[in-house]
T-cell receptor, first 111, second 113 residues
Framework: DAKTTQPPSMDCAEGRAANLPCNHS???????VYWYRQIHSQGPQYIIH???NNETNEMASLIITEDRKSSTLILPHATLRDTAVYYC????????????FGQGTELSVKP | EPEVTQTPSHQVTQMGQEVILRCVPI?????FYWYRQILGQKVEFLVS????????KSEIFDDQFSVERPDGSNFTLKIRSTKLEDSAMYFC???????????FGSGTRLTVV
């Protein structure tokens, strides 16, 4: 699975959009980009995933560059409850495959 | 929304004792996992389980660890002889054959003294 690089920490003002970057320059054509988050030592929570098209769900949007070497997770209106560690994970979709977590980005949403 | 349930939420055990961590995955899920997170460190994969057998395990998952699905609903992780370094949060997760996302439980905090 391709390696990812994320900034260790970011701040965001409450109500503003939080844009979390991820570099995955060695991503292969069949590898997906997944985002999870972990709020204060709770179990990781799935947010969104994508292959090459931009994706949006009720939690977030995922923007993947055309060359697929980087992506951005967007939380459109961050709240204090979005304070968490966000993990960008790249892997081939296969049924039952493991997730390899890096250090992630610690997002602090401030009032 | 369906949940993965883990019990107990916190367990304290003496070094050398056996512990069993319990998980109830989502009922229609087919793939089950255990992960652990030592305080302040990354979430680490331990083992995946499918069709009543281990499908993959990490180098952490040595002979002291075992997993079992004793009935149609429970999924357990056993540590035979606990060491101080086994102190961690242990997360169970499950997924089905079609979803891309895995659902994690809220974890069991294991403290070995």
């Amino acid at each position: 699975d391709a390696k990812t690089t994320q900034p260790p920490s970011m701040d965001c003002a409450e109500g503003r959009a939080a844009n979390l970057p991820c570099n995955h320059s060695t991503i292969s054509g069949n590898e997906y980009v997944y985002w999870y988050r972990q709020i204060h030592s709770q179990g990781p929570q799935y947010i969104i995933h994508g292959l090459k098209n931009n994706e949006t769900n009720e939690m977030a949007s995922l923007i993947i560059t055309e060359d697929r070497k980087s992506s951005t997770l967007i939380l459109p209106h961050a709240t204090l409850r979005d304070t968490a560690v966000y993990y960008c994970i790249v892997r081939v979709y296969n049924q039952g495959g493991k997730l390899i977590f890096g250090q992630g980005t610690e997002l602090s949403v401030k009032p | 929304e369906p949940e993965v349930t883990q019990t107990p939420s916190h367990q304290v055990t003496q070094m050398g004792q056996e512990v069993i961590l319990r998980c109830v995955p989502i009922s229609n899920h087919l793939y089950f996992y255990w992960y652990r997170q030592i305080l302040g460190q990354k979430v680490e994969f331990l083992v995946s389980f499918y069709n009543n057998e281990i499908s993959e395990k990490s180098e952490i998952f040595d002979d002291q660890f075992s997993v079992e699905r004793p009935d149609g609903s429970n999924f357990t992780l056993k540590i035979r002889s606990t060491k101080l370094e086994d102190s961690a949060m242990y997360f169970c997760a499950s997924s089905d054959s079609t979803s891309y996302g895995y659902t994690f439980g809220s974890g069991t905090r294991l403290t070995v003294v």
